[in-house]
């Protein structure tokens, strides 16, 4: 696994190394040993798996918020989506600011998101799955979400959104002190 650190602080994109041969490839796509060697302390004690049927389908952008925030470590296992991560951690040098990631089941990439981070996607195709490895279980009450296209954030999503839950399109814009 290769872990390439982002402009935002935490976040990493996780590329695979598959052995390929005649049956095929066989790839790690989690290792803990591995994560806490490129500094990432994480395990996974709830494991979620978000299915969407249409391309440009778009959930987020979602965080839990303190003292219940939550790491997570997101894949596409079926299709592809354009990930986003944005740093909503007070005082940090990146607050506001966001990456994406291009998720592509084919290429078996990941992003690993901070606590402090919110995160969503646009799915790029119909069928997408996308497997979400959480740092801590949800905790009902304390589930938060911000805007998708909050100009505070500049998101410069690759489509508009053609599904997307009602709760999604009402989250507020980013307040900032």
């Known amino acids: 696994m290769r872990f390439v650190p982002q402009k935002i602080a935490g976040v990493f994109v996780v590329e695979v190394e598959p052995q ?19 500094g990432i302390d994480f395990a996974a004690p709830q494991i979620n798996l978000s299915t969407n049927a249409k391309r440009h389908t778009l959930r987020g952008l979602h965080y839990q ?5 939550e790491a997570k470590f997101v894949r596409a296992v079926r299709g592809s989506a354009f990930d986003v991560v944005v740093d909503l951690r007070a005082g ?7 990456i994406s990631v291009d998720l592509d089941s084919r290429r078996m990439n990941g992003v690993y998101i901070p606590e402090g981070c919110a995160h969503g996607f646009l799915t790029l195709e119909d069928d997408t799955d996308i497997l979400y ?3 801590r279980s949800f905790v009902a009450g304390h589930g ?4 998708w296209n909050d100009p505070a954030f500049g998101i410069a999503w690759p489509a508009v959104p053609a599904v997307m839950s009602d709760r999604d399109a009402a989250y507020p814009a980013r307040i900032t002190a």
């Open 20 to 38: 390929i041969d005649e049956r095929g490839a066989f790839v790690r796509v989690f290792c803990a040993e591995e994560f806490a060697r490129a």
């Open 65 to 69: 918020d303190a003292p219940f925030a």
């Open 92 to 98: 940090s040098p990146t607050e506001n600011q966001w």
């Open 133 to 135: 490895q959480m740092g």
């Open 144 to 147: 938060r979400g911000v805007r």
